[in-house]
């Protein structure tokens, strides 16, 4: 899961920054971060993305880029 993917699935369930961070138990700093592209621990983006994965997010990767169902 990179940044944009991030964002596209929290706005796509309808949650703000805090939203996301109370969920994944991570600071509001930490999604903003992540949304910028920053890297993180990655525990803390396994985290990130197990709780969009129980949300019902389904993240893609391939050749021709990054996107989310």
Known sequence: MNGNQ???A???LGWGVRDLS???KVSQ???VRLEK???LRPAT???IKRVFE???IIF???DRGYGIL
């Open 37 to 39: 592209g920053e890297t």
């Open 10 to 12: 929290r706005v796509g």
């Open 54 to 56: 129980e949300a019902g």
């Open 60 to 62: 893609l990767s391939d």
């Open 29 to 31: 700093q930490t999604i």
């Open 45 to 47: 983006l396994c985290r």
């Open 6 to 8: 991030c964002r596209l």
């Open 22 to 24: 109370v969920a994944a």
